[in-house]
């Protein structure tokens, strides 16, 4: 497993861009394959973008072409850019790692971090 904190939530208005972080710890973590997921009060977790091992990238639906995946190995890091914020975008945002054969399962990932706000007014 790997250490998992995020950052770069925060409060911004619709149409306007946030770019989350996600650091983590251990020698590994080019071998795992790393996801965002989110959840909004009352609703289930949910994915949102992947990022294999291999840099392959996936989205949600309502994630692609506005929200872009990244990773940097060498800094053991991964970002998650989105533009063109909603306000249904609204959730708690968090990181995730593992060695993942259903990208989109949140049960897949034995890592996670706490978690940041990200909130979109109207």
């Known amino acids: 497993q790997v250490q998992l904190a995020e950052s770069g939530g925060g409060l911004v208005q619709a149409g306007g861009s946030l770019r989350l972080s996600c650091a983590a710890s251990g020698r590994t973590f080019n071998n795992y394959d790393m996801a965002w997921f989110r959840q909004a009060p009352g609703k289930e977790r949910t994915f949102v973008a992947a990022?294999?091992?291999?840099?392959?990238?996936f989205y949600s639906d309502s994630a692609a072409g506005r929200f872009t995946i990244s990773r940097d190995n060498a800094k053991n890091t991964m970002a998650l850019q989105m533009n063109s914020l909603k306000p249904e975008d609204t959730a708690v945002y968090y990181c995730?790692?593992?060695?993942?054969?259903?990208?989109?399962?949140?049960?897949?990932?034995?890592?996670w971090g706490q978690g940041t706000q990200v909130t979109i007014s109207s």
């Open positions: 995730a790692a593992g060695s993942v054969a259903i990208l989109v399962t949140a049960r897949e990932y034995n890592s």
């Open positions: 990022i294999r091992s291999s840099g392959d990238t």
